[in-house]
Structure formats: C-alpha cells, structure tokens
C-alpha cells in the first residue's frame, strides 16, 4: 500500500475523521479508527528526533500537514474539524520531526503526540484526547523564533541567494537577533542589539547622532549594498531603522559576494520586517528613559477571510524628549504595513510599506584627535575619554533621517519542492546634516568646523528566483537560480552645501558658537552626484552526499556600472564571484564546514583634501577562507570559526596622495555559544580574537602595522535569572573591548574599555492581559569610552549610564 494518491483542495468543512482518512490515503496509510492496521512493527522510538529537509509553504493547515507527511516519512491523524480554519507557518530547512511540527502548529492551539511513527493531533485544551507527550519545551514555546526560553536561539535565517537555511548547516557565520531579544533589552538602535556580539564593534546610539559605523569583523558595511530589508537591497547611509517594526535583526559575517552580490566584504545586515500573524495580535507598549525620552509603540496583526487567507500587521511608533546629553532633544515618527494574500495553495502575495523619521539635535559627527587643537587633520595623541552626556555640540547641531520604503513579493510552489519567486522594492532615504567636525589636542582646546548639507538615496531592487530539489543516483540536489537588478541614485544639497569654521575653546566648557546657516531640509537635495546599476544572474547547487555530508558550489556573474556624474571616470566592470563550501556531520548534533567566498566592491575615491583629489580607483577585490563547527543540542548551541580574509588597501601616503595599495589582512577567530542552563538560568556568551594589518604596501610603509580603530580582543556575557516562585527575571551583561589603534602609524592607542548592563522584567497580569514591565541600566559604572570607526582616527563619545523603563501590555 505505498501508492500515493492526489489530494484534491479542501477546506475540510466535512465530518470529523475525513482529514485522517485523506492524509492516510495520499500517504499510503491507515487513519485509526478507519482502515485497521498493524502498526506495532513499524513503530519507531526516536522518530521525532530524526532530522529531515524540509520545505513546507505557509498555507492551509490541512494542505501542510499533507506535505509534512510525505516529507517525514510519519503518518499523520487528526480530525477536520480541528484544522479547519487554520493556517500553518512555514517549514524550511534540517529539522526534527518535533521542530517541523512546532513551526507548523505555532499559533494553531492544537498539540502534538508521536508514537512511534505515528502524529496525533488535538487541541491544546482537550486533556483527555492525548496523554502530553515529552517534547524540549522551550523548542515548543518558541519554535526555533529566539525565545528567552531558548536562550534566544533561533534555527533559521536567510543566507542571500541560498535562501532560507538552518543556521546548524550553513557553511557561513550568521547570527541572529530575535525580536523577543531587543523588546528585553529595549533596545533603540543597533548599538543596543548587538552589544551581545563580540564580532561586532561598539557604536554610538542612534538617539543623539548619525550611527554610520556598524563594523563586522573589523570591516566596515557597504554603504550602498550592506543593509538589506526582507532579502531587498535598501540604500541607507547609517544603519538607524525603527526597530519596532523588525521581527529580527539577521548578520552576515564576512565576504557575501555570491551571496548578496557587489559589495564591501564587512558583512550584510538584514532586516525582517514584522509580518501577519496566524493569531490575533494587539500590543500597547510604552518606555522612558531617565533623561525624558518617551515612547510610545502599538502593534496589530491578524487574518481575515472564512480561511485566513487574507494577512495584516500594523505598527505605529512615536518618540520625543530629551536625550541623556545635556540638552539633546530627539524626536521620530514612524510606521509600517504588512498585507499577504493566500491566492491559492503555494501562491502568496506579499506587499509591505514603512515610513518613518527621525530628528536629533545636539550631536556632533567626530573628534579628530590632533595637536594643536585648530582645524588640522593631522593625527595627534588622544585626550582623555569624555563622559557621554556631556554635550560638545552647539545646542543647534542637527541630524535628521527619512525612511521610506515599499516592497512587494509573489512566492509560488508550483510543485512539491520547487519554488519560483519576484520581489521588488524602493526605497527613498533622506539624510539632513548640520552637525560639527570637533578637533581637539590632549589638554582639550579645540575648534570646531561647521558643515551643512543634504543627502538623498533613491533605490530599487527587483529579483527573480528559481530554488528546487531533484536527484541524481544516490545524491540530492538543492538548486537556486535568479537574476537580480539593484539600482541606486545618490543626491546631495550641491549649491546648499555650506561649511565654516565658528570658533574654538576648551572641552571643559564647550562653546555655544552662533549658527551662520539655515536648515537642511533633505527634498533640497536635488543634484544627483552618482547612479549605480548592478545586473547579476547567480546559479548554486548544495549536494547532499546522504544526510552527514553537503557540498555547496555557487556562482555569481554581474556587471557594476557607475556613473560619477559629479566628475570623475565612469565604472563599467564584469565580475564573476565564486564560493564553494562543504559541510560534514560527523555526529548528529555538530555539523563542521569550510567555505570559500569571493567578492568585490567598488574602488575609492580621493578625497577633496589629497593632491590627487577625485581620482577614481579600480575595483577592490577580496578573498575569504574560514573554517568551522557548529553544535546542537536540547538547550544548547554553541560554535567557532575560524577566518582569513584578504582585501585592497587605501590610504593616504607621507606625500598626501591617496592610493590604492597593497592589502588588509585579517585573521580571527571566533568562538559563541547560548545556552539554557536549567529552567532558571540562560547564559550567552561570544569571543573574538582578531589580527588586522596591512601588507604589500609600497616600500613597507604600513606594514605589519595595526588597522585603526579595530581591537584584536572583544567578549560579552549575558545572562539571566528567572525566580523559580515569582514571575520576575533578572538579566546582566557585559562587554570588553580590547586596545584599539589610533593612527595608520601605530604611535598611539586608545585604552580597553568594559561596560556593564543590569536589567529586570516582570510578567504578571492586568485586567485579563498580560502585562509585562521592564528595567534596562546600561553602562552601570557610567564609564567614559570612546567609540571608532576602522580605518579612521576619529572618535566619538560612549554613552552613559542610561535608565530605561517600560510597560508593554498583549491584548
């Protein structure tokens, strides 16, 4: 009885066992109670946990459960009346038994048993269907979406152009923020998130100034390609959306030529937008930070339709106050829409939209450390750190971004394991800035330089996608083929751009200089000083030699076209970026791996400051190498890897020529785990060891000399407490960043630094609702730090300690 027979659509408004009947005969099985079998031989203990590829759309419940069937090998017994109605989450990549089924089911209030090769389901509440079966039950409270009972684990993330992929058997180094994870933290802005990874260097906070130098692995984000919003490239000069819309926040660590495209090789940030929910979603939240900032964020989401076939979620979000610098003021607006329509069974329509903006005043962009203390781009010795609510800035410095976005996807399974999809985006982006240039000598006489402009960043990207499995003898083959068009035009202010140099002091008592210039209004930023197209088509094909050992080839080939309408030599260049990575499971639990990756970015250009101002370089090229292991177990995860990357080298000489020459070298090694000790306690923690220098450079003038601004050591360490009697956790963290160079020279360093977090939640209950509070002190010691970009020499103030407190209710 193995022939597998069409299951017509349904919308199961039939008798009670005629699902079970259905699922048994596409499956070539019996349904209890309806065709009589033995099952006592085949009955399999450990079923559960035996790891599968699968690729289950979001779709019907029934329709997925059909598919969940043939993908295990289980059979599957439920009743219509339990499934009508119902939707199931999507289902994709190396999972268990159990973890399909809890991603299937999530939000569905129905449970699971396994009984050798046999699933029941029932409904949550029915006590006496089903003895409870024993499942991990942070797996089955979170189901792999990064829960605190998991210790903020997640299972799955996108990886580019290999799309979504169990994070366990990815050859690359991802991690994943969870949604739950930055509403504890209460976090606003990516310095708050990522704090818990050692991989990712300290930045300033989006509340006060531009935050536009996220760092990963000591290398920098590309400008134009290195922020992604569901997989779509959005053109963004600092990395500042509004978190409150994000379900999470993805990262890519190193080199993503084949995967994401032309770029530079410090990684890729992905953003995933909040989508509709299976459930009925409502939550109020508000939080308040100590020096008066106050926020406000509601959240909806749900289905409509006889079926849910119809999907939204609405965010709105408003902020205003005083930010913790003496007289800083910052204020935002924002939100977004997330549609979906289940047009039929495999074809869904995705449209989403999110606007926002944010205006802050009282910041500065940087501190050149020089030693004279007048405008001189000279690099000098350090002054002493300077406590971070202590306002440099003139009170009328501003910085303001504008976000506009819309995205649009139809995703269809038009077989039982191949896939075709078309997703779009544009996004507008602004950026106002009249903020200060501070340069300052160690006793802190300083002069301030005054600049004044507007930016503007229009950008559209559309991709087509193919992804399918099919065999050859006794080896599957998971394929994906697309091609991708990014197009990207940057504005500036041109006529309006102004610059003066307003006056000088001492840091001890910084200056409330005039204001000799006008707003910045971004809409003024009319004149368009470049257009960057990237046209690629990219081919890849993961090998799976049985279920211990992948091969994974991937080929990229674009052309990057740029057009320097300002002046300048135009960009016409071909490219074709390889990978090539395999994985090996000697045991279940720990997958090891080595990769390959290629990529390119565009090559600099002189600054207006070099005797060869303007001059146009060819692209740079890199070249990564990294090994691996990653391991799982039931409340565990832990990995390391270990890298080498190669890439061009720009600089300034001794004869103030900017050049293109010899190469950066980085070396690490990376080593994080998380893990959910007992009940109580959770535990994460991350290390990198890393050595960044320059190499080949002519004559040897910056050889084996440290890359500014990147530290050779950081770690962090979380952890929370959970009272066994009350409904209150406890969190701390911490964070050390080792000695970081000052100048391309290596004559000064800045000291290490380590910051302390402590925080606090509590769930209990309000009118029938769930209400959680929360407290988060950063910076406990209220420590005086200075934040760096690499490559740079300029500095920017840490913050301080920081209260925050906050109350979200779930309706």
């Not at 009346?81 to 989450?89: E, H, I, Q, T």
């Not at 993805?250 to 770029?263: R, V």
């Not at 339709?305 to 205003?320: I, M, P, Q």
């Not at 279920?547 to 080839?553: A, G, P, R, S």
């Amino acid at each position: 009885m193995n022939q597998k027979t069409p299951f017509a659509k349904s919308r199961l408004h039939t008798q009670p066992t005629l699902l079970a009947l259905c699922i048994s005969a596409a499956l070539g099985i019996a349904a209890p109670g309806a065709l009589a079998q033995d099952t006592t031989a085949s009955s399999t203990a450990g079923a559960g946990s035996q790891s599968h590829a699968y690729k289950i759309p979001a779709q019907a419940l029934g329709e997925a459960l059909i598919q969940f069937g043939q993908q295990s090998g289980l059979q599957v017994s439920a009743s219509s009346g339990l499934v009508s109605g119902k939707r199931a989450s999507a289902v994709r990549g190396n999972l268990s038994a159990e973890q399909a089924l809890n991603r299937l089911l999530a939000g569905t209030a129905l449970r699971y048993r396994i009984n050798g090769n046999m699933v029941s389901l029932t409904a949550a509440d029915d006590a006496t269907a089903l003895p409870p079966i024993k499942v991990n039950a942070s797996v089955a409270q979170d189901n792999g979406q990064g829960a605190a009972a998991t210790a903020y684990r997640v299972e799955s993330a996108s990886a580019g152009a290999l799309g979504e992929k169990s994070l366990k058997d990815t050859p690359y180094s991802i991690e994943v923020f969870s949604g739950e994870l930055i509403k504890n933290k209460q976090a606003r802005s990516l310095a708050d998130v990522t704090k818990g990874d050692a991989s990712i260097s300290l930045m300033p906070d989006n509340s006060v100034t531009e935050n536009n130098n996220l760092a990963i692995r000591g290398l920098m984000v590309d400008g134009d390609t290195g922020q992604k919003l569901d997989g779509s490239n959005v053109r963004l000069r600092a990395s500042d959306l509004p978190l409150e819309h994000l379900e999470r926040v993805e990262i890519l660590k190193g080199a993503s030529g084949f995967l994401s495209g032309f770029g530079q090789p410090g990684g890729i940030i992905n953003y995933v937008l909040k989508r509709p929910t299976e459930e009925q979603t409502l939550s109020l939240n508000t939080q308040a930070m100590d020096s008066g900032l106050f926020l406000i964020h509601g959240d909806i989401g749900g289905r409509l339709g006889a079926d849910g076939d119809f999907g939204y979620r609405v965010n709105l979000v408003g902020e205003s106050g005083d930010t913790y610098i003496d007289d800083g003021e910052s204020e935002r607006h924002s939100g977004s829409l997330a549609l979906d329509w289940h047009i039929a069974p495999g074809l869904v329509w995705q449209v989403d939209a999110l606007v926002g903006e944010h205006s802050r005043e009282g910041g500065y962009w940087a501190l050149l450390p020089n030693a004279s203390g007048a405008v001189d781009t000279v690099v000098g010795a350090p002054l002493s750190p300077i406590d971070g609510g202590k306002r440099l800035a003139p009170s009328y410095s501003r910085y303001g971004s504008v976000h506009e976005t819309v995205g649009t996807d139809l995703s269809w399974q038009f077989a039982e394991t191949w896939d075709l999809s078309l997703s779009h985006r544009t996004s507008d982006n602004g950026r106002e800035y009249m903020t200060p240039t501070l340069y300052a000598n160690t006793a802190g006489d300083y002069s301030a330089r005054l600049i004044s402009y507007s930016n503007r960043f229009k950008s559209s990207d559309s991709q087509l996608q193919l992804s399918g499995e099919f065999e050859t003898g006794s080896i599957q083959h998971e394929v994906t083929a697309g091609l991708a068009y990014t197009k990207t035009r940057n504005f500036w202010s041109g006529d309006d751009y102004q610059r003066a140099d307003i006056g000088s002091g001492n840091l001890d008592n910084p200056q409330e200089f005039s204001n000799p210039f006008y707003e910045v209004d971004y809409k003024k930023a009319a004149t368009e000083y470049s257009r960057v197209t990237r046209t690629e088509t990219f081919l890849s094909d993961t090998l799976h030699f049985g279920t211990d050992l992948d091969i994974v080839l991937g080929l990229r080939r674009g052309n990057l076209l740029v057009h320097n309408l300002s002046g300048g030599d135009d960009y016409d260049r071909d490219a074709t970026t390889p990978t090539a990575a395999v994985v090996y499971r000697p045991v279940a639990w720990l997958s090891t791996y080595a990769s390959y990756i290629e990529s390119l970015q565009q090559g600099a250009t002189a600054p207006a400051s070099a005797a060869n101002a303007f001059e146009v370089f060819d692209p740079l090229e890199t070249q990564q190498r990294e090994i691996g292991a990653k391991a799982e177990g039931e409340n565990w995860s832990a990995n390391a890897s270990f890298f080498r990357l190669q890439r061009g080298l720009t600089y300034t000489n001794a004869n103030n020529v900017f050049t293109q020459d010899g190469e950066l070298r980085y070396e690490g090694l990376e080593l994080s785990g998380k893990f959910r000790l007992s009940p109580q306690w959770l535990l994460n923690a991350s290390a990198i060891w890393l050595d960044a220098k320059a190499e080949k450079t002519t004559g040897g003038f910056l050889d084996g000399n440290d890359i500014p601004g990147v530290a050779d050591q950081q770690a962090s360490l979380y952890g929370e407490y959970r009272f066994a009697d009350l409904p209150l956790t406890i969190t701390a963290g911490t964070r050390f960043v080792g000695q970081r160079p000052l100048d391309q020279l290596n004559q000064w360093d800045l000291d290490s630094v380590s910051l302390f977090d402590l925080g606090a939640r509590y769930e209990t209950q309000l009118a029938g609702n769930a209400l959680t509070l929360r407290m988060n002190l950063d910076n406990v010691a209220d420590e005086a730090y200075w934040v760096t970009t690499p490559e740079s020499s300029y500095l920017q103030q840490g913050a301080p300690r920081t209260l925050k407190v906050g109350a979200q209710v779930d309706f």
